[in-house]
């Protein structure tokens, strides 16, 4: 027995663990992409996407998704349909790898994803047999994989080494990554405020280190470290933050958030930020966004005045890949215990800020919504024809925003059977991928906000294309409840 816990102490002291992964900034962070006239086009139509956590059941699922917005071309008219309305895409756990992709390379990074990715066994370089007593010693002791697993298997496959200083040089769509701050029990957002309040430079961020401290699993991983470089930059904290701070009317989420990034810049507080699983704190990645509305100091953001004028549409889906509720083990007196209990714990954490947190979105952009309208219609027709580049069509209160979630409960009861049994994992059956991919199809298809998104597109006249049985993109619209 003596030997024995001197084996286990040893192996304990053998845990992984990570140095961290960012670099120190003299000066400010800028934007993740660069918004300009150009660059928004006629800006009418607004996607903005979230893809929650749920191992590569949760890829492919948000990758379902993209492709039946991609099925919209027969509606637009483009052969990448709805794709190249995206301007924000949010991803959490296994949907930040997707989000990350569709983020870096655009529509063109969903060819040969499936084959490249959702395929692949992400798990190559892991240590997760549940039954090897190292691995289950390294896991108890702070996490049995390091970011030398799944962050060196997704540069491997995937991103080639690119950084969010690449993301913003290539692409168009703002790419929110979503871990957890397990200190301040906060999500934590890569983004130019947060890495500026660490005097940390996020351009020279790699794409998989953050997509891998997003899918850090706890006992799996180690969490992610990232260096608090306070006195290294001339920090000053936002104006909202220091309004929030004696506004009673701030919310939580707000005041929370504002709480993190106080806690960054003090060496007496912070010197390392330890991150894991974004799903902990919120799994459809859909606080930054309530959190952006609620500290915004104008009522445009946290778009740009241009694309505030320009917009008609817009829509936000949310690809919820969770399974439903183990009930196993409620039919006997017995249990859960050990693992069990520890997941059944995590799961209710997780989904109880999840609901709260897409609640808080939804909310938030119903307000933002009227506060869009309402700004327009006060804006002189000089500063329109300025943001807008002209007054023809213009229409300050045509405005309209589609929230909408696709989960399995858009599938039939027999396909959601069939989903409930894939397992959160880094590697899963060819049949199970493609079991995912169609039901995030499907999910997409079956949301109301969707269709009456499309319907919207083509001047509300629902009932009378339904009557004429008229298929748009290969398939019928659902009427809109």
């Given at each position: 027995m003596k030997k024995l816990m001197i084996c286990l102490a040893l192996l304990a002291g053998c845990a992984a663990w990570n140095r961290p992964i960012n670099e120190s900034l003299s000066g400010s962070n800028a934007a993740l992409v660069d918004i300009t006239p150009e660059s928004i086009?006629?800006?009418?139509?607004?996607?903005?996407?979230?893809?929650?956590?749920?191992?590569?059941?949760?890829?492919?699922?948000?990758?379902g998704m993209l492709e039946e917005l991609r099925s919209a071309a027969g509606i637009t008219g483009t052969p990448n349909g709805l794709l190249d309305n995206v301007r924000l895409v949010s991803g959490v756990s296994g949907g930040s790898v997707t989000a990350a992709q569709f983020g870096l390379y655009g529509p063109a990074g969903l060819t040969g994803?499936?084959?490249r990715y959702l395929l692949t066994n992400a798990e190559k370089y892991m240590a997760n047999s549940p039954i090897n007593p190292i691995t289950i010693v390294k896991g108890l002791s702070?996490?049995?994989?390091?970011?030398?697993t799944f962050a060196r298997y997704l540069d491997e496959v995937l991103?080639?080494?690119?950084?969010?200083?690449?993301?913003?040089?290539?692409?168009?769509?703002?790419t929110w990554i979503n871990a957890t701050d397990m200190a301040n029990n906060t999500p934590f957002l890569f983004s130019p405020e947060t890495f500026d309040a660490l005097c940390s430079d996020l351009s020279q961020v790699p794409l998989s280190e953050a997509v891998a401290a997003s899918a850090a699993f706890p006992l799996v991983f180690s969490p992610i470290v990232l260096e608090a470089h306070q006195g290294k930059c001339e920090y000053a904290e936002p104006d909202w933050l220091t309004a929030a701070r004696h506004n009673p009317e701030a919310t939580a989420a707000m005041k929370a958030y504002g709480r993190a990034l106080e806690s960054y810049a003090d060496p007496e507080e912070v010197k390392f930020v330890k991150l894991l699983d974004g799903g902990i704190t919120d799994n459809f990645g859909t606080t930054g966004l309530a959190v952006e509305?609620?500290?915004?100091?104008?009522?445009?953001?946290?778009?740009?005045?241009?694309?505030?004028?320009?917009?008609?549409?817009?829509?936000?889906?949310?690809?919820?890949a969770g399974v439903e509720s183990d009930y196993s083990w409620t039919q006997k007196i017995p249990g859960p215990g050990g693992v069990g209990l520890g997941m059944s714990i995590a799961t209710a954490s997780m989904s109880a800020a999840t609901r709260s947190g897409y609640d808080a979105m939804r909310g938030e952009l119903r307000v933002w919504e009227a506060e869009l309208i309402?700004?327009?219609c006060a804006l002189p027709p000089a500063e329109v024809r300025r943001l807008r580049g002209s007054l023809d069509g213009w229409d300050c209160a045509d405005l309209k925003l589609f929230i909408g979630q696709a989960s399995f409960e858009g599938v039939s009861p027999e396909m959601r059977k069939e989903l409930n049994k894939v397992p959160t994992r880094l590697r899963l059956k060819p049949d199970q991928v493609d079991l995912v991919i169609e039901a995030g199809r499907l999910?997409?298809?079956?949301?109301?906000?969707?269709?009456?998104?499309?319907?919207a597109l083509e001047g509300n006249d629902v009932d009378s294309r339904i009557q004429k049985g008229i298929a748009q993109g290969g398939r019928r619209i659902a009427p809109v409840n």
């Open positions: 086009g006629s800006g009418e139509l607004y996607v903005g996407l979230a893809f929650s956590g749920g191992g590569m059941r949760a890829s492919a699922f948000a990758y994803y499936r084959e702070g996490g049995a994989n390091g970011r030398n991103y080639k080494g690119a950084t969010f200083g690449d993301l913003r040089a290539r692409s168009k769509i703002k509305r609620a500290r915004a100091q104008a009522p445009w953001a946290p778009m740009t005045p241009e694309e505030a004028v320009r917009m008609k549409r817009m829509l936000f889906l949310v690809a919820n309402e700004w327009r999910a997409t298809r079956a949301t109301p906000e969707f269709n009456g998104f499309l319907a």
